[in-house]
């Protein structure tokens, strides 16, 4: 692994980041409302999923593709 890919992995996977928001997810807009936003997988409003990837709906394919790449 090069050095730089390492040391970015320990950077991110240390505190405060390895808690940071995680905002990456496909969003798509709320049909009929300008400033709602939800997952475009489990369809869970962004503001009830707050940043946390634990937020998105169990079965959700952006939430399970992140947690195997954690893995």
């Known amino acids: 692994m090069p050095k730089a ?3 970015a992995e320990i950077f991110y996977n240390s505190s405060p980041y390895k808690d940071a928001f995680d ?5 798509e ?9 939800r997952c475009k997988f489990c369809k869970i409003v962004t503001t009830d ?3 946390r990837l ?14 195997n790449q954690a893995a």
């Open 5 to 7: 890919k390492h040391d």
């Open 54 to 67: 634990e937020n998105h709906a169990p079965d959700c394919e952006y939430r399970l593709r992140r947690m």
């Open 29 to 37: 807009n709320l049909e009929g409302e300008m400033y709602k936003y």
């Open 49 to 51: 999923i707050n940043g």
């Open 23 to 27: 905002i990456e997810y496909p969003q």
